[in-house]
């Protein structure tokens, strides 16, 4: 890790690329050993077809993106630094159609194309663990580093919240991805519509995700109109379904313990 600490209260950390992506590694095989995977070979089939055709209109560096599933219930998705990204099953149960995946999955993409995680690190490196951190930092480059800080962020949970400004942003790049890629921007907002809905319905099932972005009204608001400008593109699939139909039939997805 390339650290460059300029004068008082200003520091900046360069990250470099292969920085983030063994960081994201070490935090992937953690996420591993925590969390239960759902390994149905034709869901993960599906999800990282959709997966690779949204990363080849991804900004940015090439990253060594990956999509894994979550056996969950609650409407979630996470990305970890440089690559790799989760997406609870009950995503697709909630969905309607593979637009809505499609649009949290570019989301995520978006999240580590834009590299929100690089400044992440920086900034929770600065204020929560301050010099002793960075010196061991320092001291300790490469994988022995990578790994301490990788299990330090998981366990507070850092790798989970971006700013407003970062979901705005991903909000916004994630949209463009989706369009490139061929799929309909209104997926995105209907998805949000759903989680809308489902907040009044089962608060518990949308918990995690509003503890980690912003309320979908504002996003609502915000991509409605970019997205009624320009219409078009895949809105579902008969495959989509036949997922659908196939995860019913499979006892469902666990709750997530609560932390
Ligand atoms: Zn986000």
């Given at each position: 890790m390339?650290?460059?600490?300029?004068?008082g209260?200003?520091?900046?950390?360069?990250?470099?690329?292969?920085?983030?992506?063994?960081?994201?590694?070490?935090?992937?095989?953690?996420?591993?050993?925590?969390?239960?995977?759902?390994?149905?070979?034709?869901?993960?089939?599906?999800?990282?077809?959709?997966?690779?055709?949204?990363?080849?209109?991804?900004?940015?560096?090439?990253?060594?993106?990956?999509?894994?599933?979550?056996?969950?219930?609650?409407?979630?998705a996470?990305?970890?630094?440089?690559?790799?990204?989760?997406?609870?099953?009950?995503?697709?149960?909630?969905?309607?159609?593979?637009?809505?995946?499609?649009?949290?999955?570019?989301?995520e993409?978006?999240?580590?194309?834009?590299?929100?995680?690089?400044?992440?690190?920086?900034n929770?490196?600065?204020?929560?663990?301050?010099?002793?951190?960075?010196?061991?930092?320092?001291?300790?480059?490469?994988?022995?580093?990578?790994?301490?800080?990788?299990?330090?962020?998981?366990?507070?949970g850092?790798?989970?919240?971006?700013?407003?400004?970062?979901?705005?942003?991903?909000?916004?790049?994630?949209?463009?991805?989706?369009?490139?890629?061929?799929?309909?921007?209104?997926?995105?907002?209907?998805?949000?519509?759903?989680?809308?809905?489902?907040?009044?319905?089962?608060?518990?099932?949308?918990?995690?995700?509003?503890?980690?972005?912003?309320?979908?009204?504002?996003?609502?608001?915000?991509?409605?109109?970019?997205?009624?400008?320009?219409?078009g593109?895949?809105?579902?699939?008969?495959?989509?379904?036949?997922?659908?139909?196939?995860?019913v039939?499979?006892?469902?997805?666990?709750?997530?313990?609560?932390?």
């Open positions: 390339k650290l460059l600490a300029v004068t209260l200003l520091a900046i950390t360069l990250v470099s690329v292969e920085d983030e992506i063994a960081i994201g590694r070490q935090a992937n095989a953690q996420v591993q050993k925590q969390v239960p995977a759902f390994s149905d070979a034709q869901t993960l089939n599906y999800l990282r077809g959709i997966g690779q055709r949204l990363v080849r209109h991804a900004p940015g560096p090439k990253y060594p993106y990956s999509f894994s599933a979550a056996d969950y219930r609650e409407i979630n996470f990305a970890l630094p440089g690559g790799p990204i989760w997406i609870h099953r009950g995503v697709l149960h909630k969905a309607t159609s593979e637009s809505q995946v499609a649009g949290v999955m570019a989301h993409i978006a999240h580590i194309a834009q590299r929100h995680a690089a400044a992440q690190l920086t929770a490196t600065l204020t929560n663990w301050g010099l002793t951190l960075l010196g061991s930092v320092l001291g300790n480059s490469g994988g022995a580093g990578a790994a301490q800080i990788a299990a330090g962020f998981l366990a507070n850092v790798f989970l919240k971006f700013s407003r400004d970062d979901e705005r942003e991903a909000d916004r790049v994630g949209l463009d991805i989706m369009r490139r890629a061929g799929w309909d921007g209104r997926g995105m907002v209907d998805l949000f519509d759903i989680l809308r809905r489902e907040s009044a319905r089962d608060p518990g099932s949308v918990e995690v995700f509003f503890s980690s972005h912003p309320p979908p009204q504002d996003r609502i608001a915000r991509l409605q109109a970019e997205v009624s400008r320009r219409p593109g895949t809105r579902d699939t008969k495959q989509f379904q036949q997922i659908k139909a196939r995860l039939k499979m006892p469902p997805p666990r709750a997530m313990p609560r932390q």
